[in-house]
T-cell receptor
Framework: DGGITQSPKYLFRKEGQNVTLSCEQN?????MYWYRQDPGQGLRLIYY???????QKGDIAEGYSVSREKKESFPLTVTSAQKNPTAFYLC?????????????FGPGTRLTVL | AQKVTQAQTEISVVEKEDVTLDCVYE???????LFWYKQPPSGELVFLIR??????QNEISGRYSWNFQKSTSSFNFTITASQVVDSAVYFC????????????FGTGTRLQVFP
């Protein structure tokens, strides 16, 4: 089945630790995105990548880092510099970064900082 | 500035009632795209519809219908004869042609359908 997988589903982290969230897609999509969702809020863009080996900051990139070494994979690292990392993280992809393309979403990772 | 407003935070209805979810947007671009996504309790967003700014025809898909009115900058979503499975958070989103890097989401409307 084609789709987007995110792992783990739930993640607990101690303060001061970096943690990496996985996102893999087998849809052969060029563009990939990371969003953060907080209760009662819409999705906010953290980082996006239009093509392999390229990525740009979104609205709330501080405290996060990404890489795009393979077309299928777009991991997100939440660093200790992120002041309030507890949130629901959603990965998405689209055929390309053209504005008319719908984005396909993964099931999300819920990160809790203890 | 681009903005999407979903003023209804939460709506509760009883099964078989019709319900309309409101979406108002702001943009300076003449070419843009509007989307609706559904987020069930599982968390994954599901694409429902895309509409471009030059197509104001209403669309119907089964029990779902969408009313796009440029004059009021609205793109409302109606569910007819609601069912319990419709319970979810629904997001309206805007994408501009000149800004291909961003999908602007509203804050979402949580719909609860009771049996």
């Amino acid at each position: 089945d084609g789709g987007i997988t995110q792992s783990p589903k739930y993640l607990f982290r101690k303060e001061g630790q970096n943690v990496t969230l996985s996102c893999e897609q087998n849809l052969n999509h060029d563009a990939m995105y990371w969003y953060r969702q907080d209760p009662g809020q819409g999705l906010r863009l953290i980082y996006y990548s239009q093509i392999v080996n390229d990525f740009q900051k979104g609205d709330i990139a501080e405290g996060y880092s990404v890489s795009r070494e393979k077309k299928e994979s777009f991991p997100l690292t939440v660093t200790s510099a992120q002041k309030n990392p507890t949130a629901f993280y959603l990965c998405a992809s689209s055929i390309n970064a053209n504005s008319y393309n719908e984005q396909f979403f993964g099931p999300g990772t819920r990160l809790t900082v203890l | 500035a681009q903005k999407v407003t979903q003023a209804q935070t939460e709506i509760s209805v009883v099964e078989k009632e019709d319900v309309t979810l409101d979406c108002v947007y702001e943009t300076r671009d003449t070419t843009y795209y509007l989307f609706w996504y559904k987020q069930p309790p599982s968390g994954e967003l599901v694409f429902l519809i895309r509409r471009n700014s030059f197509d104001e025809q209403n669309e119907i898909s089964g029990r779902y219908s969408w009313n796009f009115q440029k004059s009021t900058s609205s793109f409302n979503f109606t569910i007819t004869a609601s069912q319990v499975v419709d319970s979810a958070v629904y997001f309206c989103a805007l994408s501009e042609r000149v800004r291909t890097d961003k999908l602007i989401f509203g804050t979402g409307t949580r719909l609860q359908v009771f049996p």
